[in-house]
C-alpha cells in the first residue's frame, strides 16, 4: 500500500511558490511486514529533528521492518560496515531506523549500503538519529545504489554535544526517485559537522536533496560540499542551509555545490541559504555549475576512451574525495563499477 508524504524535505525559510523548491512530496510504499520496536522512541532520540522533517520520521517509525541501536561507550572506538547493508527487491520493501549514541570521548564509524537484488521496483526508507556526545567522532556513511526503477528515501539527524565532531557521506548514485534530508543541531561548545554528498541523475530520475546546519553553540564549525552530474531529463533539487541562532557567537559555516551537466534537457535547482540571527559569525557559500570542458573531453577521445568512459573518468574524479571515505575497499569498486555501467546506459 502507498502513502503520500506531501511535506518533507521542507526549506528552512520559503521563498517563491512558483520555484518549486519550498517542500517536495514523496510516495513512499508500506511494508506488509514490520520489525518489532519499542512503542515510542527513546527520549533521548525524539527531540532529535531531522532534514526531511517529522512526516517521513513518523512513516519509518510507523513502518519499520529493520531496527537497529548502536551504542560505543565512554572513550570505545567502535566500527560497523557490515551489518547494515540491504539488498533490495519488488516485493519487499526495506524501512529501517538505526539509532547511534556516541557517547563521551567515543570514535565511531556505520556504514549503510542499499542495492538491488533485481530488476524490479524496490523501495527504500530510512531514518537515522545521531547523538555525538562531548568529544566524540561520529562518521556515518550511506551509499545508495538501487536500480532504475527504484525508490528511497534517507532521513538523518545529528544532535551534537561539546568539542563532537560529525560527518556524513552520502552516494546518492540510484533510482529512479531519490530522496534525502540531514538536519545537525550543533548545540555544544566548538562542535563540528561536516557533509560530503555526490549524486547522479539521468533519464527521467529525480533527485531531491535537503540540508541544514543549525548553529547554536558558540564557535560551532559546519563543511557542506556536494558534487554532481546530471544528463539526460535528470531533475534535481538541493537546498543547503546554514542557520546561525542567536547566540552563536564566533561560528563559521561554509558550503559548496559543483555541477557537471551534460544534457541541455536537464533540471538543476540549487537553493543555497544562509539565515543568521548573530551578528558574530562567518557564513559562505557557492555554487558551481557548468558542462564537461571539450578540450578535455577531446583529449580523452583522441587516447582511445569511448565517450562513455571519458565521461566516467571525469566524474570518478569530481567523486574522487567522497569515495574514498567509503571505510570499505570493495565496496569503493562497486560504486565505481556502478558508474561505468550507468555512463554505458547513458552513452
Known sequence: MEE???NINTLPALTWNHLGVNRAKFTAQRPEKRAAVPATMPEAFAKIETGMGKEAETFAEQNCTAYHVIEAEENQEYTNTDSLRYSLTGG???VDVTLIHAHAGSRVTVLQSYTSGDDSACFHGGLTKIIAEKGAQVRLVQVQLLNSAGRHF???GFLLDDGAHAEIIQAELGGQCAYSGCLALLQGYQSSFGADTIYLGDGTRKLDLNYVARH???????EMKASGALFGQSDKIYRGTIDFIC???RSTGHETENTLLFSPKVRNRTVPLILCSEEDVDGQHAATIGKINQERLFYLLSRGLTEAEAKQLVIEAQFAPAIAKVP???LQKTIRNYLGRR???DG
Open 154 to 156: 534517507d532521513d538523518v
Open 343 to 345: 555512463m554505458q546506459l
Open 92 to 94: 519487499d520493501p526495506v
Open 328 to 330: 570499505d575497499e570493495s
Open 216 to 222: 547554536t553553540g558558540k564557535k560551532t564549525a559546519s
Open 247 to 249: 547566540g552563536a557567537a
Open 4 to 6: 503520500q508524504l506531501k
